[in-house]
């Protein structure tokens, strides 16, 4: 994302740049020069901002769908490790039930 929008500012300000050169090497009056560079100068900025603007919204969108697919990711790893830890404790219950069970055994043949 960070390399398409530095490729992108490239573009517009070598457009720019070449726009600007170009006007200033014109055979035209001063006036109607300035009037041009200011122009142009009007017309790239609202095409950066919309660009911008663009680029900006995409952005957005991406973390928004990032942040989705995260929490759901966190949902499933948390609803797992709950499974996990409830089979775990069932089974600990079912070694300590056979512990009693062997240490009543063990307590009556001791009797």
Same mark, same amino acid.
């Given at each position: ?5 530095? #490729?992108?500012? +490239?573009?517009?300000?070598? /457009? *720019?740049?070449? *726009?600007?050169?170009? !006007? ?8 109607? #020069?300035?009037?041009?560079?200011? #122009?142009?100068?009007? =017309? ?5 901002? +919309?660009? !911008? ?5 995409? !952005?957005?969108?991406?973390?928004? =769908? ?9 949902? /499933?790893?948390? /609803?797992?490790?709950? $499974? ?5 404790? #069932?089974? %600990?219950?079912?070694? %300590?039930?056979? %512990?009693?069970?062997? =240490?009543?055994? $063990? ?5």
């Amino acid at each position: 994302m960070s390399q398409n929008g530095n #490729t992108l500012i +490239g573009i517009l300000a070598g /457009s *720019a740049i070449g *726009a600007l050169i170009g !006007v200033l090497f014109a055979p035209e009056k001063g006036s109607v #020069t300035r009037e041009r560079l200011k #122009t142009e100068a009007m =017309n790239a900025k609202g095409e950066i901002e +919309g660009r !911008v603007a663009d680029l900006e919204a995409r !952005v957005k969108d991406s973390i928004t =769908n990032e942040k989705a697919t995260l929490d759901e990711k966190m949902e /499933s790893i948390i /609803s797992d490790a709950s $499974y996990k830890a409830e089979d775990i404790i #069932t089974s %600990l219950e079912e070694k %300590l039930k056979n %512990l009693k069970e062997k =240490n009543k055994q $063990y307590q009556k043949s001791q009797s």
